[in-house]
């Protein structure tokens, strides 16, 4: 089983990303699929998630307007549009996956925001 990300970096305020996570060793479209992430020192963030159809999605208050969880399950893979950046997004974003009792992390992507 593997959540491969990819996509962060460093960005200027107000800029934007797409964060990608590339899955394999499991059957993908039946997951849900969840973004988090986690700044120094402060706990682990739900971000967005999306239901394994890709019909359902919610995301953390912080984010809504400005972020867009999506997914290809052709493709196997997870996106994160992330628009409007601010400072307090700086965090390094991890991939989930969940079904049932299995639960899948990536190694995370850091995404920095700062002029």
């Known amino acids: 089983v593997q959540l491969v990300e990819s996509g962060g970096g460093l960005v200027q305020p107000g800029g934007s990303l797409r964060l990608s996570c590339a899955a394999s060793?499991?059957?993908?479209?039946?997951?849900?699929m969840s973004w988090y992430r986690q700044a120094p020192g402060k706990e682990h963030e739900l971000v967005a998630a999306?239901?394994?159809?890709?019909?359902?999605?919610n995301y953390a208050d912080s984010v809504k307007g400005r972020f867009t969880i999506s997914r290809d399950n052709a493709k196997n893979t997870v996106f994160l549009q992330m628009n409007s950046l601010e400072p307090e997004d700086t965090a390094v974003y991890y991939c989930?996956?969940?079904?049932?009792?299995?639960?899948?992390w990536g190694q995370g992507t850091q995404v920095t925001v700062s002029s």
């Open positions: 060793g499991f059957s993908f479209s039946n997951y849900a």
């Open positions: 999306i239901g394994s159809a890709g019909g359902s999605t």
């Open positions: 989930n996956a969940r079904y049932g009792l299995g639960i899948y």
